[in-house]
């Protein structure tokens, strides 16, 4: 059974930065692609960077582009969201997500194609 345990979240001002982390446990990943979503109060969760665990490429939300990078560690199980120059509007709670397949960026953006989630981790961005 998949098993995706966030952390890392936490209170900062905006122009800040925050790593969350993302450790995945419970099979082999490779050929998956792990995720990560947010979900601010009274919104939809919204796709923001997904990597694939095999290869390393990465595709990010236009939202965050420039600001936040997805990446992996293999060895340590483990995706990494690194985002810098936060903003207000970055508030949301943060969610892991994996599925089988590295495919089209279209499918890698719908939350309907992930089968395994994490709880999440809440990032609050102060003005």
């Known amino acids: 059974q998949v098993q995706l345990v966030e952390s890392g979240g936490g209170l900062v001002q905006a122009g800040g930065s925050l790593r969350l982390s993302c450790a995945a446990s419970?099979?082999?990943?490779?050929?998956?692609?792990v995720s990560w979503f947010r979900q601010a109060p009274g919104k939809e969760r919204e796709f923001a960077a997904t990597v694939s665990w095999s290869s390393g490429t990465t595709y990010h939300a236009d939202a965050v582009k420039g600001r936040f990078t997805i990446s992996r560690d293999s060895a340590k199980n483990t995706v990494y969201l690194q985002m810098t120059s936060l903003k207000p509007e970055d508030t949301a709670v943060y969610y892991c997500?994996?599925?089988?397949?590295?495919?089209?960026?279209?499918?890698?953006?719908?939350?309907?194609?992930?089968?395994?989630w994490g709880r999440g981790t809440q990032v609050t961005v102060s003005s």
């Open positions: 997500a994996a599925r089988y397949g590295f495919i089209s960026y279209d499918y890698l953006t719908r939350r309907d194609s992930y089968p395994y």
């Open positions: 419970g099979r082999a990943f490779s050929g998956y692609a």
